[in-house]
T-cell receptor
């Protein structure tokens, strides 16, 4: 069985400051891990994915995530937040097949 | 990545009626899925749409309430039957071009049931 815990339901940052979204996972397998973003009234867009290659994964729009097996974490970061980063972010773990387990989501607010 | 479209993008329906949502992909894909996202919630998998056979439903979802069709490798429909206000949600289609690859999501259908 697999599960995902997003440790923050809401994160508020100032424009130009770093963003950190925390995610812990539980998986019986060697996990596939994803971050998706959902902008208001939009579908889900893939930000990045980890599939047992490099532990530091770079994604779109300046986001990156680091896979830490010892901590069972897959935190998402961005050095400098932009107003367009305001959205809902989902950490997701895959079972190696097609089943995905979604975290509850983190709402990011960016202050001008 | 695949380009996915859904119709309608949103709808307001009366309780007791049914709505069919379409999902179209611009290329052939191995797997297609339907998810529900209730207000303020995360995503829950409803079912896997299988080409040429009955869909595979997750626990808590049944064919009578959510009939699904998948006539070919690029198209699927989800029907929400006998709707009640509790069915008000975003319904999302997703696809995997090949098994064990990334899932890509459509823009979603926003349904409000009065």
């Amino acid at each position: 069985a697999q599960s995902v815990t997003q440790l923050d339901s809401h994160v508020s940052v100032s424009e130009g400051t770093p963003v950190l979204l925390r995610c812990n996972y539980s998986s019986s397998y060697s996990p596939s891990l994803f971050w998706y973003v959902q902008h208001p009234n939009k579908g889900l867009q893939l930000l990045l994915k980890y599939t047992s290659a490099a532990t530091l994964v770079k994604g779109i729009n300046g986001f990156e995530a680091e896979f830490k097996k010892s901590e069972t974490s897959f935190h998402l970061t961005k050095p400098s937040a932009h107003m367009s980063d305001a959205a809902e972010y989902f950490c997701v773990v895959g079972d190696g097949g097609y089943k995905l387990s979604f975290g509850a989501g983190t709402t990011v607010t960016v202050r001008a | 990545s695949a380009v996915i479209s859904q119709k309608p993008s949103r709808d307001i329906c009366q309780r007791g009626t049914s709505l069919t949502i379409q999902c179209q992909v611009d290329s052939q894909v191995t797997m297609m899925f339907w998810y529900r996202q209730q207000p303020g919630q995360s995503l829950t998998l409803i079912a896997t749409a299988n080409q040429g056979s009955e869909a595979t439903y997750e626990s808590g979802f049944v064919i009578d309430k959510f009939p699904i069709s998948r006539p070919n490798l690029t198209f699927s429909t989800l029907t929400v039957s006998n709707m009640s206000p509790e069915d008000s949600s975003i319904y999302l289609c997703s696809v995997t071009p090949r098994i064990q690859e990334t899932q890509y999501f459509g823009p979603g259908t926003r349904l409000l049931v009065l």
